[in-house]
């Protein structure tokens, strides 16, 4: 956010915690991102790689927003039954109060990391052990989370419910239901639905566009629509984008963009990491042209630990720092 009185102090920061050359000319003479907006500006983090001297002096110069990239999920939290491990999540709460930092807490209920006791149980107890999670888990971090992508990833690419433990046992309404959990375990948190593959107009995009309505006319408490933007040069930039942000607005939703990030095929060159750079500057551009997006949000910040090598073989280079810490064409183009 906006600080203008912050810049002369985060610039100090900056250069006492961190000398690094490398960086390029002018990098410390710019304002951070989280300087130059009104938005919320986040990355993902793994609170283990705080302790890389470089990569914790650019997080905290950098941003003004943290989501936990793993620590809480329910397969990190509660990996075997009625067992908690809040130790990654609570360390990253410790540095977002030392640093000032808002967090985006992520996720609560999700097919993926899910721990296999939680699949293998029957549709009533599924009910009562979800609800028993969402409670647990928003009512201990009560006050330190702005927002919660409380759902994530529930529909297909065609617009249909995905076929998770969750749609099959409990039906429909477990969405609803979640929302309600968790307004009730910390009413000032904002809500959020999250997904991938809806930056732009399509089926998927649209039936999240008449979920949410729907809800919002039922009176379930949600707030907001995650637009996760994981980019890709191979797929193009996402048509209708900004179209898409403005009819999510028009609900009078927030949006946030939750999970940017742009992969290339390797190795880069200058050509890739140009269109990387407009596609950045086309996600941060449109998130400021509509006046409900709140947060932009990058999916981490650093080559060095970036999730896409992992699952995108051959692919990567996908943020906005590279894996030596210097700032990226990506970069400037939003911080010029
Ligand atoms: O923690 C274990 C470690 O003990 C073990 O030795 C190691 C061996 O592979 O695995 C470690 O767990 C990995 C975990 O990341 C932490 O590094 C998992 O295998 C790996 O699957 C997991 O990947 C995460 C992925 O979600 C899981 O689906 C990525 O880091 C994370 O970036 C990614 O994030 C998702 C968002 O939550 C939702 N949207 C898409 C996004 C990208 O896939």
Partial sequence: MLRRTALAGALLIGVSIWQAPSAGAGYLTRPPLKDITHRYVGSAVTPAHLAERDYRAVLTREFDSVTPENEMKWGTLEATRGQYDWSGADELVRYAKQTRKTIRGHTLVWHSQLPSWVNDLPADELRSVLRQHITTVVSRFRGKVRAWDVVNEAFNEDGTRRDTVFQQKLGDGYIADAFRWARQADPSAKLYI???????????????????????????????????????????????????????GALRLDIAITEADVRMPLPADTAKLTTQAQYFKELWDGCHAARRCVEFTTWGFTDRHSWVPDVFPGEGDACLFDANMRPKPAYWAINS
């Fill in 194 to 248: 999250n997904d991938y593959n809806i930056e732009g107009v399509n089926p998927k995009s649209t039936a999240t566009y008449e979920l949410v309505r729907s809800l919002r006319q039922q009176g379930v408490p949600i707030d907001g629509v995650g637009i996760q933007a994981h980019l890709s040069l191979e797929y193009g930039f996402p048509s209708g984008y900004r179209d898409n942000l403005k009819r999510f």
